[in-house]
Nanobody, 121 residues
Framework: QIQLVESGGGLVQAGGSLRLSCAASGTTLSTRSMGWYRQVPGKLRELVAAISTGPKTNYRDDVKGRFTISRDNAKNLVYLQMNSLKPEDTAVYYC???????????????WGQGTQVTVSS
């Protein structure tokens, strides 16, 4: 069974940076495509960034140029570097171990517990 643990969230001022980490057990991340999602209360969980085993990456439009997803296969970790943070980036961030199909990330039901990111104005 895959277990994912996110860390690195916190409170930061607008314009600041955070790096989120996702550690996995029960799977080897080098063989999985991975995604970072975020969710605010009352809204659906949305894909922020994804990385294939290739690795190919894709990002939602409003984080392009500010966020970078990467992986360290030796450490079985996936990262989300978030720069130039905005108040609208405030959310709980989750990582997901999924797959890649047709040039797009396909999520699974393997989720971590999430890490809160709060950006103050």
């Amino acid at each position: 069974q895959i277990q994912l643990v996110e860390s690195g969230g916190g409170l930061v001022q607008a314009g600041g940076s955070l790096r989120l980490s996702c550690a996995a057990s029960g799977t080897t991340l080098s063989t999985r495509s991975m995604g970072w999602y975020r969710q605010v209360p009352g809204k659906l969980r949305e894909l922020v960034a994804a990385i294939s085993t290739g690795p190919k990456t894709n990002y939602r439009d409003d984080v392009k140029g500010r966020f970078t997803i990467s992986r360290d296969n030796a450490k079985n970790l996936v990262y989300l570097q978030m720069n130039s943070l905005k108040p609208e980036d405030t959310a709980v961030y989750y990582c997901n171990a999924g797959s890649w199909f047709g040039g797009s990330y396909v999520r699974s039901e393997s989720w971590g517990q999430g890490t809160q990111v709060t950006v103050s104005s």
